[in-house]
């Protein structure tokens, strides 16, 4: 017996593929079009590279544009019909470009040779053939890409007429780009109309891809599969849903279909991707990386009910998620408890995932009071062990796993998860800790500014310090250090790079103080800014003794400035203020 063939693949130039008895439709579940402007430069520049080219060497230059993969589906009117599924983009985009070409020739008045390039994207009604455009797009594009693109109209005229959702202001932006940059290269040609035609048919014949046809769409996800392992740009999301939906039947497709795009709206703009593995990590024990995290759900989510099971799930937790990384924008869902909002705020701040599975699940198990002091240990906990020790986030990861698990399924407490969370040895004792913060470099701003905040509310004993969006952070040793400054003679490049910073050679300062401030001397900034500033760590500034000694003079001299004594000495009082900030009651 004779195995099946998963895939016919062959090459093929866009001319060829744009045939007149083939239609493309992008699957109604696939992602809304996203190129953006770098791969729309990258996009023209190739073009008119090609063109330069074939101009040179008077012949065809050929290019690779990349794969496009395609399920035939049955057809009863001779037409060739494909669902896409990859190469969304790449398609798109090439009927964008020639739907302006067929465009601008209209603008010039030449529209026979416009109705040439107008065939490329639709055909009329003949015999035993309906009239179609080549190319129907998904269900979050389609109105919009009829509208802008495929319809035969001037230019100008639709763009002002039609306005983008926000799923299709990338359409917009492709389609705005593109006419903008042939409008440029047209108006240096003598003769516009030449140029057009030319460059459109030389793109369509030049521009090669491999046209890969899979035998069914039970497996298609297979060829995903490879084009991952090959880098090309197909994300878990992709693999995962193209998966799921080969594995339910054709009547269940629409739902999970739609079910794929209310966890894509509840999630908006957070990374997907990140999402699917968070609640894959909130509700396993096994930690794929991520060159085997599609292959262990494909394995797992092989069956109609446990695939419906799946994405019904991945729903469910999708607002939760939302909820941790945008925690201001779903109130609600936190109970609208300030105690709650700020301190996953904080958890922001460090840019930290790791916590994510399990208060996924925790906010399914526990109540208000409880939650929030599980959101308080794991922020204690991570800046313990992440941010000031420095413990490797895949070691964290392992324990937040098994804690989620302990909660999931053996109904562990807050209290057993916080002991576990003390008493493991991620939890660096305090020694350790004070240790390891009196030499804490930190180049992130956000988290910069949260550690000092943090500080400063508990040395002047005043949580309410000024409200954090009015408050940013200054370098003491500035980050740009002016010709004929003090600081020249106190700093080299190599300990201004050392230094720069560390903790101890950062305060706080507000908004409109530190837009003044910037490059200053340090007794200027001192006398300018810091004396009066309210914020006591900033303030306390004024009063402490500097000195230091030029490297650079013969006869050495004392100069009262901000030293690298200072500096270690500030960050050792903070490590002392540190282990009583972040310390678990």
């Known amino acids: 017996m004779s195995e099946e063939k998963i895939f016919n693949s062959s090459q093929s130039s866009l001319y060829e593929l744009l045939d007149e008895n083939s239609h493309f439709s992008i699957p109604r579940h696939q992602r809304a079009y996203s190129w953006g402007s770098d791969q729309i430069v990258q996009f023209l520049d190739d073009i008119f590279d090609v063109q330069k080219k074939q101009e040179e060497s008077k012949k ?61 994207l639709y055909q009329k009604q003949r015999p035993y053939r309906p009239e179609f455009w080549r190319i129907t797009s998904g269900k979050k594009n389609e109105d919009y890409f009829n509208d802008l693109v495929l319809t035969r109209e001037l230019p100008s005229a639709k763009l002002s007429s039609f306005r983008p959702d926000r799923y299709n202001k990338q359409i917009e932006f492709a389609y705005t780009a593109i006419l903008e940059r042939l409008t440029i290269e047209m108006e240096k040609s003598a003769d516009k109309a030449k140029f057009l035609i030319e460059i459109c048919e030389n793109f369509l014949w030049s521009f090669k891809v491999i046209k890969i046809e899979v035998s069914s769409a039970a497996n298609a996800y297979k060829i995903f599969e490879t084009l991952n392992a090959e880098g090309l740009e197909l994300t ?70 446990i695939v419906i099971e799946y ?17 201001n924008s779903e109130e609600e869902i936190w109970w609208k408890d300030p105690n709650i909002l700020r301190t996953l705020n904080q958890l922001k701040a460090l840019t930290s995932t790791v916590c994510y599975p399990l208060l996924l699940i925790a906010r399914k198990k526990f109540e208000r009071k409880d939650f929030q002091k599980l959101a308080d240990s794991c922020l204690i906990w991570f800046f313990r062990a992440r941010t000031a020790s420095q413990t490797n986030a895949s070691v964290l990861e392992k324990l937040i796993v098994e804690l989620a698990t302990e909660v999931r399924e053996n109904d562990a407490t807050v209290d057993d998860v916080r002991k576990m969370l003390v008493d493991d040895p991620t939890n660096p004792d305090d020694t350790q800790f004070e240790n390891s913060f009196s030499g804490l470099i930190v180049k992130s701003p956000p988290i910069q500014k949260y550690i000092l905040l943090q500080i400063e509310r508990f040395y002047a004993d ?26 020249k003679k106190l700093y080299d490049a190599a300990d201004h790079e050392r230094l720069l910073h560390r903790i101890g050679n950062l305060t706080l300062l507000k908004k409109e103080e530190n837009s003044t401030v910037k490059d200053w001397d340090f007794d200027k900034k001192c006398d300018k800014a810091f004396g009066s500033s309210t914020i006591k760590i900033t303030n306390e500034l004024v009063g402490i003794p500097k000195w230091n000694i030029p490297k650079d003079e013969k006869d050495p001299v004392k100069i009262e400035d901000w030293s690298e004594e200072i500096i270690k000495k500030r960050q050792i ?13």
Do not use: M
């Open 462 to 487: 005043n949580p309410d310090t000024e409200p954090i969006d009015s408050i940013t952070v200054e370098h003491i040793l500035p980050r740009n250090i002016p010709e004929g400054s003090k600081w």
């Open 311 to 327: 994405v019904d799930s991945l729903l469910e937790f999708s607002k939760i998620y939302h909820g941790l990384v945008h925690p």
């Open 60 to 120: 065809l230059h050929e290019y690779f544009f990349g794969p496009i993969v395609l399920f035939r589906q049955k057809s009863e009117d001779r037409i060739n019909r494909y669902q896409v599924l990859d190469g969304q983009q790449r398609l798109s985009t090439t009927c964008i470009f020639v739907a302006i070409i067929r465009d601008l020739l209209d603008e010039l008045e030449q529209h026979e040779d416009a109705s040439d390039f107008h065939n490329r």
């Open 573 to 585: 009082k903070f490590s002392v203020i540190a282990v009583n900030v972040w310390k678990f009651e």
């Open 236 to 305: 878990i999301t992709d693999l995962i849903r193209n998966h799921i939906l080969s594995e339910v039947e054709r009547d269940n497709e629409d739902k999970i279909a739609d079910r794929f795009e209310n966890i894509l709206d509840n999630v908006e703009s957070t990374d997907l991707d990140t999402y699917i593995r968070v609640h894959w990590l909130a509700h396993h024990k096994v930690r794929p990386n991520k060159q085997e995290f599609y292959k262990k759900i494909a394995e797992e989510k092989n069956a109609k009910d």
